[in-house]
Nanobody, 124 residues
Framework: QVQVVESGGGLVQAGHSLRLSCTTS????????MGWFRQVPGRDREFVAAISWNGGTTNYLDSVKERFTISRDRAQNTVYLQMNRLRPEDTGVYYC?????????????????WGQGTQVTVAS
């Protein structure tokens, strides 16, 4: 079993920034793609960003691609989501996910291991 733990969520004013962190128990040699999804009650879980095992490929939701940056530190089995110029529509529970494959998948079906989620609330 792979443990996945997110942190860094909180309440911020629109236009400000947050950085989310996700640490996993997976060895760096396992070569896992990782991603971020978000969910609002009553709506489907939405893809936000993903990164391949070596950081060579990234994918973003169109509405965040010029504001958010995903990165990873393979030595620490950690992935980050830097979120700048936050908007109220960015509010939701953000989930980190780990894939058994190496790709930066945009579908939830790509991922087998999920964190508990961290709440991000952007006040208008």
């Amino acid at each position: 079993q792979v443990q996945v733990v997110e942190s860094g969520g909180g309440l911020v004013q629109a236009g400000h920034s947050l950085r989310l962190s996700c640490t996993t128990s997976r060895r760096t040699g396992s070569n896992n793609g990782m991603g971020w999804f978000r969910q609002v009650p009553g709506r489907d879980r939405e893809f936000v960003a993903a990164i391949s095992w070596n950081g060579g490929t990234t994918n973003y939701l169109d509405s965040v691609k010029e504001r958010f940056t995903i990165s990873r530190d393979r030595a620490q089995n950690t992935v980050y989501l830097q979120m700048n110029r936050l908007r109220p529509e960015d509010t939701g529970v953000y989930y980190c996910a780990v894939s058994r494959s190496a790709v930066a998948g945009t579908s939830a079906s790509t991922y087998q291991y999920w964190g508990q989620g961290t709440q991000v609330t952007v006040a208008s």
